[in-house]
């Protein structure tokens, strides 16, 4: 059984920084043995990919609003993924959600629908 624990949103402002942080608790697995990735959904739009990261850490995705200012990482050590939210704009306002998957090898998957397991989700709101 794999559960998921977001942490570390809030309200900041436009230019401010955030790190979100997902614990995974694992029975019977190995974290090491899933990708992670994270989705955000904002008010009355789709849930979409932020960022995706391998199982080792040495593969990942950014999603083009994002890239060149967030960055995702994982500890193996400590189960947990990172997303670290720099330059912060409104538009990144939404509940971002962390995703695992069983993955082989360094894939990495961008799908809302080839999610295995979710977290509860966690409110970012960024004011201008």
């Known amino acids: 059984q794999v559960q998921l624990s977001e942490s570390g949103g809030g309200l900041v402002q436009a230019g401010d920084s955030l790190r979100l942080s997902c614990k995974m608790s694992v029975s019977g697995g190995n974290f090491n043995n899933y990708a992670l990735a994270w989705f955000r959904q904002a008010p009355g739009k789709e849930r979409d990919v932020v960022s995706s990261?391998?199982?080792?850490?040495?593969?990942?995705y950014y999603s083009n609003s994002v890239r060149g200012r967030f960055t995702m990482s994982r500890d193996n050590a400590k189960n947990t993924v990172y997303l670290q939210m720099n330059s912060l704009e409104p538009e990144d306002t939404a509940v971002y959600y962390c995703?695992?998957?069983?993955?082989?090898?360094?894939?990495?998957?961008?799908?809302?629908?080839?999610?295995?397991?979710w977290g509860q989700g966690t409110q970012v709101t960024v004011s201008s």
């Open positions: 995703a695992a998957k069983m993955a082989p090898g360094d894939n990495i998957w961008t799908y809302v629908s080839a999610s295995d397991y």
């Open positions: 990261i391998s199982r080792s850490g040495g593969r990942s």
